[in-house]
């Protein structure tokens, strides 16, 4: 360990914004000086570029990733009496997406080794009220298209990606959010393409859904002061659009650096798998964008996690753990029901992830330093 000698960091959003800060702060001057603060010209720029670039006709810019979720299934027509399955590892927007459009979740595990929706279990949610499944391309990854859409196709279901993790991620030949009716996604600071607050966007091919949406984020507005429905206030602010703008080119080449990183990281963890720590298994190769590298930490290796997390923070490199808690156990849902051991993959995994430092621009040596750190802490001697 006495190698290491810089910190660092979990996420490094400076060393991106860095080479982008004279076109940042030129696009925020703009939109100040024409004032045109709330949907914009950048928004509209912004919702027909980042749609095109995932292979839909129409995108549709929020306030937040959580209010993408929760209005796109309202647009996609689904609430109350209406059952819309998904997985309990997952961050805990998700749930709250399906709560706030009036629908009832139903909660099911994940796969262990990709942390993804479990199909099998899927299946033994469905009912007749079953009107959704909401996959979430976790972590960057993407669920099978394949088996997404022959599940849905099996059961007539309504099939909404939340992909806030997954901006570009690919597999089996579609992009995140093309798949199914419509897609949520989130531009939080740290994703993959983040703006510099909070951001969302709901993209479909449907123009139904997005005349909805539309609607719906703007007091169900569909002309000036004619409002046909309950609506809210969640837009996407111009600003944020038109850094978002300055940004969206370079996503593909941020992508490719980060699966590149986890490249290497994948290389570099095979000798501590005899010491119990293995990464999230990739199953969409250069498709996955890695928003988060994820580890488990198993009952195999010599040190629990947090002795683990502690001892990389005291060298100076952070992570994290996405997420601690399944949804399933989080206190604010326990009208739900569920109960510890209800879903015992997603418990175990919540026991066992560890996420790495990941970004674009994590260099080879900084990757070495991680696992070279992990390797004196773990390895048995």
Not at 15 to 28: D, F, G, N, R, Y
Not at 87 to 100: D, K, M, Y
Not at 110 to 121: E, K, R, S
Not at 204 to 221: F, H, I, P, W
Request: hydrophobic share 40%; with cysteine; proline share 5%.
């Amino acid at each position: 360990m006495n190698n290491i000698t810089t910190a660092i960091p979990f996420v490094d959003l400076q060393l991106q914004h860095q080479p982008l800060q004279t076109q940042i702060e030129e696009a925020v001057r703009g939109t100040i000086q024409r004032g045109d603060f709330i949907l914009g010209q950048a928004v509209a720029d912004f919702e027909a570029a980042f749609a095109s670039a995932c292979g839909v006709a129409y995108g549709i810019g929020v306030a937040s990733g959580t209010d993408a979720l929760a209005l796109g299934l309202e647009a996609c027509g689904i609430g109350a009496g209406d059952e819309v399955i998904l997985p309990t590892n997952t961050f805990i927007a998700t749930l709250i997406g399906v709560v706030h459009a009036g629908a009832t979740p139903i909660l099911v595990d994940c796969d262990p080794q990709t942390a993804l929706i479990d199909f099998t279990a899927a299946e033994k949610a469905v009912t007749a009220k079953t009107k959704a499944i909401v996959p979430v391309h976790l972590y960057g990854q993407m669920v099978s298209p394949r088996q997404l859409l022959d599940f849905a196709s099996t059961h007539n279901l309504i099939v909404f990606e939340d992909a806030a993790q997954a901006h570009l991620a690919q597999r089996e030949g579609y992009r995140a959010g093309s798949i199914g009716k419509a897609a949520a996604f989130s531009f939080y600071p740290s994703k993959n393409l983040g703006a510099i607050g909070d951001g969302g966007m709901v993209i479909t091919n449907d123009e139904a859904v997005a005349q909805k949406m539309r609607s719906l984020r703007n007091y169900g507005c569909s002309r000036k002061y004619y409002h046909t429905e309950p609506g809210t206030n969640s837009r996407l602010d111009t600003l944020q659009a038109a850094v978002l703008n300055i940004k969206l080119p370079h996503l593909a080449d941020w992508n490719h650096s980060r699966n590149q990183a986890a490249q290497q990281y994948d290389a570099l963890l095979k000798p501590l798998a005899n010491s119990g720590i293995f990464p999230i298994q990739n199953q969409s190769g250069n498709g996955h964008i890695y928003h988060l590298y994820v580890v488990r930490v198993t009952e195999a290796c010599p040190l629990d996690r947090q002795t683990i997390q502690d001892k990389l923070a005291a060298v100076g490199i952070q992570t994290g753990i996405h997420y601690p808690i399944p949804c399933h156990l989080q206190p604010a849902f326990e009208n739900l029901g569920y109960q510890a051991g209800d879903f015992p993959q997603a418990e175990a995994l919540a026991l066992e992830i560890l996420s790495l430092p990941m970004y674009p621009g994590l260099s080879d040596t900084q990757v070495h330093q991680v696992i070279d750190t992990l390797q004196t802490l773990c390895v048995r001697t």
